[in-house]
Every structure is written in structure tokens, then in C-alpha cells.
């Protein structure tokens, strides 16, 4: 049985993240099918990461993004590129850190508590597969050093994966 590691949420943020990846790292173990292993990493980041109230997934298919594996309240299912912070995140190919949703046009409101958020691609063999998506019901929760810690997490879990 794997138990999720206390992480310090005193500690500075980019420490905490050298232990979530170790964290990851020991979680996804040998395993490398892409679903559970979303899933395990979902619950990992809402268990330990603070302040925050979503924690998902989403996947392209078909040409939009469709929910995956996710922690918190229900969300919407479909996504288009370009449309809201995870749309936007997938059409630019890059992270997306939104200090405030209320000031980001065209947020989609899922969950009325969440405050800020942040989006990071999936890519794999160059080609964008997904986003991992994270919500706060704080304002401004994330900055820089989140960014670099969950483009490394994401990193993990694509090298440690069939996808
Ligand atoms: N806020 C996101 C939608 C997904 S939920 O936050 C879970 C967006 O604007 O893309």
C-alpha cells in the first residue's frame, strides 16, 4: 500500500516540489498504464499541495479537450482550444499561471470557489496529448516556482507512462 508522504507546505514551495517528485516517482512505481497513473498523480497533488480545491485532467480527443482523471467537486466534460485558461493553455502550448479567474476572459467557472489557477501541457513525441489543470479558492495561489515544479511532475509522468 503506498501512503501519501506529509509534505511541509512551510517549507519554500521549489523543496516541496523535490519532494513530490520523489513522491511520484515511488507512487507510479513500475507501473506505466497512462489512466491509473493520472489518477494516482490527481490525488497526490490534492492531498498535498495546499490551498488548492481542484485537481485534474484533461485529454485531447478529437480535437478538444475532454475530462480525465481529477480531485474535487464535478467539472465540465468538453473544452475547446482556445477557450478558457485550459483551452488557451493547450492552443499556446504552454503553461498558463491566472492570478485571477474573475480578471481572465473567457474562464470557465466549474467550481464557484476556485480563485486562481494554473494549466500545464501535456506534450509528448512534440505533440500536445492533454493539460493538467489546478484550481485555488485563493487569489494569486501560484507563481514561478509551481510552473517549474509541475512541468518537471508532468515530465515524470509522461516519461513513466505508455502514452
Ligand atoms: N477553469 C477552467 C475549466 C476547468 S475547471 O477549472 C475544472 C478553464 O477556464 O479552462
Given amino acids: ?5 506529509h509534505i511541509n507546505n512551510e517549507l519554500p514551495k521549489s523543496l516541496q516540489y523535490i519532494e513530490l ?5 515511488a507512487l507510479l512505481g513500475e507501473e506505466r498504464q497512462f489512466l491509473p497513473n493520472m489518477a494516482n498523480m490527481a490525488s497526490l497533488l490534492f492531498f498535498s499541495l495546499k490551498n488548492i480545491n481542484w485537481c485534474g485532467f ?3 480527443n478529437l480535437g478538444e ?8 467537486k464535478p467539472a465540465c466534460v468538453r473544452i475547446s482550444v482556445g477557450k478558457g485558461v485550459c483551452g488557451t493553455s493547450a492552443q499556446r502550448l504552454e503553461s498558463l499561471i491566472v492570478q485571477d479567474v474573475d480578471k481572465f476572459p473567457g474562464h470557465i467557472a466549474c467550481d464557484v470557489d476556485s480563485r ?4 500545464i501541457p501535456l506534450m509528448k513525441n512534440n505533440e500536445l496529448i492533454g493539460v493538467l489543470d489546478i484550481d485555488s479558492p485563493m487569489l494569486a ?3 514561478e516556482d509551481d510552473r517549474q515544479g509541475l512541468e518537471r511532475l508532468v515530465s515524470i509522468l509522461l516519461e513513466c507512462s505508455d502514452c
Avoid at 1 to 5: L, S
Avoid at 65 to 72: A, D, H, I, K
Wanted: a negative charge; proline letters at 4%.
Fill in 116 to 119: 486562481s489557477e494554473i494549466v
Fill in 21 to 25: 517528485e520523489k513522491s511520484l516517482i
Fill in 1 to 5: 500500500m503506498f501512503t501519501i508522504n
Fill in 58 to 60: 484533461y485529454l485531447m
Fill in 65 to 72: 479537450l475532454v475530462l480525465g482523471p481529477f480531485q474535487g
Fill in 141 to 143: 495561489c501560484f507563481n
